[in-house]
């Protein structure tokens, strides 16, 4: 699909943005000890929980950002060839230096990704689809890519009260959100391209805005053991959350 003038132009903000988040002194991603962010360990906890259970010789993430997955898979799994890929330089640049040596990092669009079809065991995109133009190309291309299953997380809707009030951020202010999808959203995407398709909710709701008001109100080191602590409660949230409660994402395991 070729993008009108107004959704390159729309795409280039998207990229300006995130470039600019990552050219930020520290880290966008808890690199080097996830669970110092309870808001960021419970979806890196979950993610993880489904890797054990499929079976890969080589991973792939698009848009692996500064390399928070690709550290995780490198360390629990040394025995595996991982890749990344991003369409930020310098997201790119921060995961080389976080991550180290890995079997290549790719500066790339989700919506073409240089690589053939069925190239890898299992491909992750997570959080990332909600920033794309053009989603159902990207959506396609990850299929076309991976060989035996994808895990895709993105944002859902809590309930029908903060769908009826999202807008997407276009101008690119907050979070450059451009959506977020129901289950059925999904569903209707992924089974014509899978064998088989699992969607679950996915934590970041139970301890959250707890993880929110202590970095807020607490310092760094104090904040930190409290949130070291609530991420010990990770399992539960998650294992919550796949119980049929409500959370912020979904994560769904496609397999061919």
């Not at 996830?34 to 808001?39: D, E, G, L, V």
């Not at 970095?215 to 959350?241: M, P, Q, T, V, W």
């Amino acid at each position: 699909m070729t993008l009108s003038k107004q959704e390159s132009e729309l795409s280039n903000a998207i990229l300006s943005f995130h470039q600019k988040n990552y050219g930020k002194l520290g880290s966008h991603q808890p690199i080097s000890d996830p669970k110092a962010a309870y808001f960021q360990y419970s979806r890196y906890y979950g993610i993880l929980q489904e890797l054990d259970k499929l079976s890969f010789q080589n991973f792939l993430d698009v848009g692996c950002a500064e390399g928070m997955f690709l550290l995780g898979v490198k360390n629990k799994c040394p025995q595996c060839s991982v890749y990344g890929v991003d369409f930020s330089a310098i997201g790119l640049q921060k995961a080389k230096n976080y991550v180290g040596q890995v079997g290549f990092l790719a500066c790339a669009d989700a919506t073409h990704l240089p690589f053939r079809d069925n190239s890898f065991d299992l491909v992750l995109c997570s959080e990332t689809l909600e920033h794309i133009v053009d989603d159902i190309t990207a959506f396609k291309e990850l299929q076309r890519i991976c060989k035996k299953a994808c895990i895709i997380t993105v944002p859902s809707f809590s309930n029908k009260w903060a769908k009826a009030r999202f807008k997407p951020d276009v101008d690119c202010k907050w979070d450059s959100h451009l959506r977020k999808y129901s289950q059925d959203d999904l569903q209707d995407i992924l089974r014509p391209y899978f064998r088989k398709v699992t969607i679950y909710h996915m934590s970041l709701w139970y301890l959250s805005n707890v993880d929110i008001i202590i970095r807020l109100f607490l310092n760094r080191r104090i904040s930190s053991k409290i949130a070291n602590f609530l991420s010990n409660l990770a399992g539960l949230d998650y294992r919550l959350c796949r119980a049929g409660a409500h959370g912020h994402s979904f994560i769904c395991i496609c397999q061919k």
